[in-house]
């Protein structure tokens, strides 16, 4: 919990862990897709659906590549 994630092709754009299925992006809980579709949206690109662990970062490495214990 607490950790921060950054955005795949923006480090500058950060979500925080806030629970084990939910991270705390511009103030409101959602989950990593919810955060990534508002990102993507803010900037213009409009989808329905994204896999969320592979749009976001823990230290410079994708969520994809993490083993969670």
């Known amino acids: 919990m607490g950790a921060i994630l950054e955005f795949a092709d923006n480090p ?3 979500a925080r862990v ?3 299925n ?3 992006f511009e103030g ?3 989950s990593l897709s919810g955060a ?3 990102h993507l949206d803010s900037i213009g690109i409009k989808r ?3 896999q ?3 749009m976001w970062k823990f230290q410079g ?5 993490i083993k969670f214990t």
Not at 61 to 65: K, R
Request: aromatic content about 0%; glycine content about 4%.
């Open 48 to 50: 329905t659906s994204i």
């Open 28 to 30: 409101k809980l959602m």
């Open 22 to 24: 939910k991270v705390d």
């Open 36 to 38: 990534a579709l508002k």
């Open 18 to 20: 806030a629970s084990d």
């Open 12 to 14: 500058n754009v950060t």
């Open 61 to 65: 490495v994708p969520l994809t590549e």
């Open 52 to 54: 969320g662990p592979k």
